[in-house]
């Protein structure tokens, strides 16, 4: 980052008793405005090409600051370095935290008045319809706005999805040998006692949904039975995915990956009438954004066909564009839910008792997410 450092860009804002007397007498304001916002439409998509908005973003300053969900600090240096060779004279901060810590930051820096992203791009698919109520959205359509699947858009153009993802669970091929598990029911097998690597369901709410569609589909027993299988637990959606590429654990549940064929030392796994997840990564412009045609080119770039050709796991946003070979849509799989996610992280209530009931068969998170809540949390 040449422009802010880490620690301020995260704690701005972090005042005004973390912003829990403020945040609702600040929603309150801003949701005098949701009556013009929701009249208001974006209108036509975006005319201007890449090369178009890049110069003007230019001429705006140049500038752009991103928050990005995600695991790790590092978890984003791909999109980052495709988006400086793209437009390099951009200068991108683009923060990668947990999503629950950035939509309190945010959220805080509304309460402040100390706004520092122009773009949000997070899991926490919930907050994008909040913050469309309370006027916080700028309304705009992207250039291939058309050609995004109705589920993967808002229809006036405040919220896009920019990727595509599923959680599932993965195994090392050489570790399971020939006798792989075939679809979840395999994982309480207790040949794989004490081989299992998982990310904390009560910890990351779309691991939390594919505990839940487990949980649905084959029982409570099940759950006691994979309790019981001396699972390793950790946070983070990538430690599990980790554990079993470093060879410390032939299974790994709840983490993401690509159902491409190909000659991968592990195996993404999607089977026919069982659950797996899917759902899109949204972003925004902030309707208070510093740089909106920044952001505006972001959101043009992400949404492009160079860019969601080229997806780690095959999947698109868009309608136009069609999946390797062996792969469907992601919205094609009846049992990757994608209309689901959003229906499960609107409840907040009833995702509170599936937490508090999974970490009952499960354990407690470890670690106190005290440090991350205020910003000082590395992503780790």
């Not at 935290?97 to 820096?109: I, L, M």
């Not at 006692?193 to 487990?214: F, M, Q, W």
């Not at 690509?258 to 195996?267: D, I, L, Q, R």
Request: glycine letters at 10%.
């Amino acid at each position: 980052m040449s422009s802010f450092s880490r620690r301020r860009v995260l704690t701005t804002g972090a005042g005004a008793a973390l912003g829990l007397g403020v945040v609702g007498a600040t929603a309150t304001t801003a949701s005098a405005s949701t009556g013009t916002a929701a009249r208001h439409s974006a209108g036509r998509e975006e005319t201007r090409t890449l090369d178009e908005l890049y110069q003007a973003t230019l001429k705006e300053g140049g500038k752009l600051v991103v928050y990005a969900g995600g695991d790790t600090p590092t978890q984003q240096d791909g999109t980052k370095a495709a988006f400086k060779a793209r437009f390099p004279d951009i200068d991108l901060t683009l923060i990668v935290d947990y999503s629950k810590y950035h939509d309190v930051r945010v959220d805080n820096q509304f309460a402040t008045d100390t706004l520092v992203p122009d773009v949000v791009q997070l899991q926490t698919v919930q907050d994008f319809v909040r913050w469309k109520e309370q006027g916080r959205l700028l309304h705009y359509k992207p250039a291939g706005f058309a050609k995004l699947h109705d589920t993967f858009k808002d229809p006036q153009g405040a919220w896009v999805a920019v990727s595509a993802i599923a959680f599932s669970f993965l195994y090392g091929t050489a570790a399971v040998g020939s006798d792989a598990p075939r679809d979840p029911r395999d994982l309480v097998d207790p040949k794989w006692k004490g081989r299992i690597a998982s990310s904390y369901p009560h910890d990351d709410d779309a691991v939390l949904y594919l505990y839940t569609l487990y949980a649905q589909k084959y029982g409570w027993e099940w759950v006691a039975k994979l309790a019981a299988q001396d699972t390793r637990f950790a946070r983070g959606s990538n430690s599990p995915g980790d554990a079993v590429s470093a060879g410390q654990k032939a299974i790994g549940i709840g983490t993401s990956g690509s159902a491409v064929p190909s000659n991968s030392p592990t195996k993404f796994v999607i089977a026919d009438g069982h659950p797996f997840m899917g759902w899109g990564q949204r972003a925004a412009v902030l309707k208070q954004a510093k740089n909106p045609t920044a952001a505006k080119l972001y959101l043009n770039w992400q949404l492009s066909a160079e860019v969601q050709e080229k997806s780690f796991n095959g999947w698109s946003v868009r309608t136009d564009i069609t999946p390797p070979a062996g792969l469907k849509p992601l919205w094609e799989y009846p049992n990757a839910h994608v209309d689901g996610f959003p229906k499960f992280m609107a409840d907040r209530a009833a995702v509170e008792r599936w937490k508090q009931t999974f970490s009952l068969y499960f354990g407690e998170v470890k670690g106190d997410p005290t440090p991350g809540w205020l910003g000082l949390h590395p992503g780790a």
